[in-house]
């Protein structure tokens, strides 16, 4: 019994994280505050993260008492860029397994290593570089590799996708971001967001047949808050419905915003 329970305790285990996002600052707060419960569990820290939010990351990480250029001296935390990480593991054919794995895993392998007993906190922004340039297959694959690697290792991994959340195309993304992570961060707005969307439900479909919508998506077992997935759905089944729900939710939400 003793052994069985040590080889469930070493099992490889990832916590994969996501922040779905509109403003950089909303994503910088959520690392930040990701790497600072790290910090306090005495966990490594891996940032693989793009030239535009790391600044702004560190900023705020510095303002919970933590400097990076000090944890970087230490050994405490390892930055990357995430396009050049992107370039060094990706050959003609766009990411490479066996590049992921000496690039990223390698960078794992060697931070987990110098303390086997603490788990790696790692932030990562390869993926969203892909889905901005346009590259949702490549941004696919790469997810892939990462959770191929969550199933050798023990690290947690946060996410960050920038996404206009009324933008119809937006809604056609977001299915596949619920589904590869396990938990999806609140944003600060998600009431005003979610009293927004459920108005222009009502606004748009009339306040019956906006409850069947809710009710329906309301029995499904997953990680996006309700209104959420009233949209996912809604966008899936009635794209053009979803489109003028998605606008008139724009609107409620900049009015709530300016109230």
Known sequence: MEAATSQRAEAPH???????????VDLAEA????????????EPLVAIAT??????????????GWQADELEADGRLHVRDAE?????????????ATKFRDV????????????????????????????????????DVLERYWNELA????????????????DPAAQALLPQIYRSHARVLALP?????????????????????????????SRNVGNAPESQLALMWLNAHMPRTAAQVLARAREHYAAAAAA
């Open 14 to 24: 990832c916590d994969h994280l996501v922040q779905v996002y509109s403003r950089s």
């Open 31 to 42: 690392a930040a505050t990701f790497f600072a419960t790290g910090l306090e569990a005495g």
């Open 51 to 64: 030239a535009a939010h790391w600044p702004l990351i560190a900023e705020r990480l510095a303002r919970r």
């Open 84 to 96: 050049l990480t992107l370039e060094a593991l990706s050959d003609e054919a766009g990411p490479s």
């Open 104 to 139: 990223v895993g390698g960078l794992l392998h060697e931070v987990a290593r110098r303390d086997s007993s603490r788990r790696v906190r790692a932030f990562g922004e390869m993926v969203d570089v892909l889905v901005q340039r346009g590259e949702q297959a490549a941004a």
């Open 151 to 166: 199933a050798k290792r023990n690290f947690t991994l946060l996410c960050g996708y920038q996404v206009d959340r009324f």
């Open 189 to 217: 707005d998600d009431d005003r967001f979610a009293a927004a969307v459920q108005r222009a439900f009502v606004d748009v479909l009339g306040d019956s047949d906006a409850r069947n919508v809710y009710t329906r998506v």
